[in-house]
């Protein structure tokens, strides 16, 4: 590949100023990697609906088909928390998933060895622990129809979602899964709630029929959502690969984000079928969201947004180099004990989102 066509999309609240740190990475790749990028920068969510009028221009969806790769930051303001379901911020990420057809949601929950304190849970509970989280983001409940609120003859209001998930659907994202095992610990957990929805039912049956197909050297195991969310809490170690649909996916990451000492920590790529050109849409963001309780105080964690950008450089570009160098630069910094307000623990440095990007830049330069 010659010129890497990449596509910022900042977004709203922590999203500019975290963005803002990954400026200093790419600018370091130019200066002493010699890897330039053709960046283009353009607005998505509240920020877009405030210039636009809409959450996400077309022009923007066709700029991101066009690139190799999106970065992308945070949408959500609650300035617009009044407006319909269709002009509110969260459509921006949404559609891009949509619209690329970017149906796997890869969450690496990683603990680095110098945060073991900053989890709410026991340190021996989550030692080590690296798992990794596959969501379908495409389909389920999320975009399923019919959806809606309607109004009953009583004059009484009803909300309706409806989860809904294909063979096909399901298939390729258990491919996804049960392929990222092979190259880890070869052992993958398919959650769903097979016991109350056939959506479920249906899942556990695609993903069972796969395994025996094409995977039956993969270990698979299945497990109730409800549980599975316990589990996470209880003995995280136990797992490897899971994979769920969209709706437990959002909420189980989550969870896990806890598990690596804060939701500032977890990157995210989502990748969806390589084309007949070879090329495969992707998408990278921070698990975390627009966090507008901190928003604007130049108090945010940046190293989720980092590592999704280490993450582009090792699925969309195969540097894996410098995906290397950099999370190496963030485990060096962590080792300082530099921390975030979202990570801190008594007795060590607390700084800015700006200080942290800093150092982590400064550790890449000692590379
Ligand atoms: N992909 C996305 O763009 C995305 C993801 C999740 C939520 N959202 C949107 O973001 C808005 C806020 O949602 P929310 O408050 O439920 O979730 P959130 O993820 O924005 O924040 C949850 C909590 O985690 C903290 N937090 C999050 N990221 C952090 C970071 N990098 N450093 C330090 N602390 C951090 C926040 O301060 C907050 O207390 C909503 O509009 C929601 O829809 C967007
Ligand atoms: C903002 C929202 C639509 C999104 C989701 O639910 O997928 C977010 O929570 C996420 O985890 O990326
Ligand atoms: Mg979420």
Redesign the pocket.
């Known amino acids: 590949m010659s010129t890497k066509k990449l596509l910022i999309l900042p977004?709203d609240g922590?999203g500019p100023e975290?963005m803002r740190e990954v400026a200093r990475v790419t600018a370091w790749l130019s200066r002493k990697r010699n890897i330039a990028f053709e960046i283009d920068e353009d607005l998505v969510g509240g920020a877009s609906l405030a210039e636009y009028g809409v959450p996400i221009r077309d022009e923007v969806v066709e700029k991101a088909r066009a690139a190799d790769a999106v970065l992308f930051g945070?949408?959500?303001d609650p300035a617009w928390s009044h407006v319909g379901f269709d002009k509110r911020?969260?459509v921006a990420?949404l559609k891009l998933r949509q619209e690329l057809g970017l149906f796997a949601n890869l969450r690496p929950a990683k603990v680095f060895d110098a945060l073991v304190d900053a989890s709410t849970l026991k340190s021996d509970v989550i030692k080590g622990l690296d798992i990794m989280i596959v969501r379908e983001t495409v389909g389920g409940i999320y975009f399923g129809e019919p959806r809606g609120i309607e109004t009953l003859p009583n004059g009484e209001k009803r909300g309706i979602n409806t989860e809904v998930y294909t063979t096909s659907e399901i298939e390729r994202v258990a491919r996804v899964a049960f392929d990222l095992a092979r190259k880890r610990n070869n052992s993958v957990c398919s959650v769903e709630k097979c016991n109350v929805m056939e959506s479920g039912l249906l899942w556990k049956e695609v993903v069972t029929d796969l395994h025996a197909r094409e995977y039956s050297d993969v270990k698979l195991s299945h497990m109730l959502a409800d549980n599975c969310a316990m589990q996470l809490v209880r003995n995280p170690a136990q797992f490897d690969v899971i994979v769920t649909g969209n709706l437990f996916g959002d909420l189980l990451s989550d969870l896990a984000s806890m598990l690596t000492g804060?939701?500032?920590m977890l990157p995210s790529a989502t990748l969806g079928a390589v084309q007949e050109d070879g090329r495969r849409p992707a998408l990278y963001?921070?698990?975390?969201?627009?966090?507008?309780?901190?928003a604007g105080q130049g108090i945010?964690?940046p190293i989720?947004q980092i590592l999704s950008f280490a993450m582009l450089l090792r699925y969309s570009f195969d540097l894996q180099a410098e995906a290397d160098m950099i999370e190496a630069a963030v485990a060096a910094v962590l080792a300082t004990g530099l921390r975030?307000a979202?990570i801190m623990s008594p007795g060590l440095a607390r700084v800015g989102t700006d200080v942290m990007g800093e150092a982590i830049v400064r550790e890449l330069d000692k590379m």
């Open positions: 977004g922590i975290v945070s949408v959500g911020p969260e990420i804060s939701l500032g963001e921070p698990i975390h969201g627009s966090a507008p309780d901190i945010a964690n989720a975030t979202d």
